[in-house]
């Protein structure tokens, strides 16, 4: 088999892992939560983020310590407050509590680095984190396996 093909029996899905599997780990989930906002920064279409919440209930049911990350726009300089997910952090919160739940969203300063470690680790349960936007680093579209080994570092499952 070639190195560009995915071996499909080795791919499994988040149903295919055990709840031993599940249960107080860190779990990192790449969700699409790139949505549309207006001038303000409301969300216009929450569609994305409604499609994530299935696999972020899932975990949390789990007993998983649940941690997201995403992206948001095309930031090209780093870091700008027009592309942070923080609008996205309140619309997953209201979302994941319209059923009556207590989940708190916690937006993560950063995507990576030690006040992410620290964050993670102090999690608590019924709390997601929502680490800060992938992509005010260039390392993500790179796909720069450095990147992703410090993004990955503090979960055991992603």
């Given amino acids: 088999m070639s190195a560009n093909k995915v071996d499909q029996k080795k791919k499994r899905s988040i149903a295919d892992l055990s709840d031993d599997e599940l249960k107080g780990k860190n779990v990192l989930v790449r969700c699409d939560l790139n949505v549309p906002l207006d001038d303000e920064q409301n ?6 983020i409604v499609k994530s919440l299935p696999t972020i209930q899932y975990l949390i049911e789990k007993g998983s310590n649940v941690a997201i990350c995403s ?18 952090r309140a619309k997953l919160e209201e979302l994941l509590n ?4 207590t989940i708190e969203v916690k937006l993560a300063p950063d995507c990576k680095g030690d006040a992410v470690k620290a964050l993670i680790q102090e999690q608590q349960s019924n709390t997601v984190v929502l680490l800060e ?17 410090e993004l990955g570092e503090p979960f055991e499952v992603y």
């Fill in 43 to 48: 969300i216009t279409d929450s569609t994305r």
């Fill in 71 to 88: 992206h948001l726009g095309r930031p090209k300089n780093g870091p700008e407050d027009k592309f942070s997910l923080k609008p996205v």
């Fill in 98 to 101: 319209s059923d009556g739940a």
């Fill in 133 to 149: 936007n992938t992509r005010f680093y260039k390392e993500e579209t790179a796909n720069d396996p450095d990147f992703v080994k």
